[in-house]
């Protein structure tokens, strides 16, 4: 009797994880060049994460002091740049810490999926290797609770043309 009420809340707990609503996030990393047209590249490589905002309150305020930093014209060039190198080494080790509700790498093309349970609001961070820019990150929020495609600007705002289609909030992390 016990092992079979065991068993059966065993079944139901796991029946209902695989029945909880999920969202798939579409994205693609993108670079934009400049001069016109617009020549719009994915961006392969691109380490990126699903967060639920809530859950994650430190990551969002480095997020947050780091663009406030960026848009601040009253520090010097020197202070800024050590400003925002600590800002960006203290978010990216806070994403690589932090629990997660998906994460994926971006393909040749720059697209990714990201599968995540339905959840109020999402943080998508993104890491990459670049030598040639110095701080190769981004972020942006958006709702969880459906469907939806995106574009992760990875060109610090050369990809603006693409922010109202993005359905979310575009921050880039960069100079």
């Known amino acids: 009797m016990i092992k079979s009420s065991v068993t059966l809340a065993v079944f139901l707990a796991a029946t209902a994880l695989a029945?909880?609503?999920?969202?798939?996030?579409?994205?693609?990393?993108?670079?934009?060049?400049?001069?016109?047209p617009i020549r719009l590249v994915g961006v392969s490589g691109v380490e990126v994460s699903a967060f639920r905002v809530n859950r994650v309150p430190s990551l969002m305020a480095?997020?947050?002091a780091f663009d406030?930093?960026?848009?601040?014209?009253?520090?010097?060039?020197?202070?800024?740049m050590m400003r925002l190198d600590t800002l960006s080494t203290k978010a990216d080790s806070m994403a690589k810490r932090?629990?997660?509700?998906?994460?994926?790498?971006?393909d040749s093309l720059g697209n990714f999926n990201l599968r995540i349970p339905l959840t109020d609001s999402v943080l998508i961070y993104a890491a990459w290797d670049d030598e040639d820019d110095t701080f190769p990150?981004?972020?942006m929020t958006m709702s969880g609770r459906t469907s939806r495609a995106?574009?992760?600007?990875?060109?610090?705002?050369?990809?603006?043309?693409?922010?109202?289609?993005?359905g979310g909030v575009l921050a880039t992390i960069g100079l």
């Not at 406030?68 to 800024?80: F, I, K, M, P, V």
């Not at 932090?98 to 971006?106: N, Y």
């Open 98 to 106: 932090s629990k997660v509700l998906a994460r994926a790498v971006s």
């Open 137 to 139: 990150q981004a972020h």
């Open 62 to 64: 480095y997020l947050n």
């Open 19 to 36: 029945a909880a609503p999920t969202v798939t996030l579409t994205g693609k990393a993108q670079s934009c060049h400049p001069g016109l």
């Open 68 to 80: 406030s930093t960026a848009g601040s014209s009253a520090l010097t060039t020197e202070a800024l």
């Open 150 to 166: 995106f574009v992760l600007d990875m060109d610090h705002g050369g990809c603006t043309p693409h922010r109202a289609a993005s």
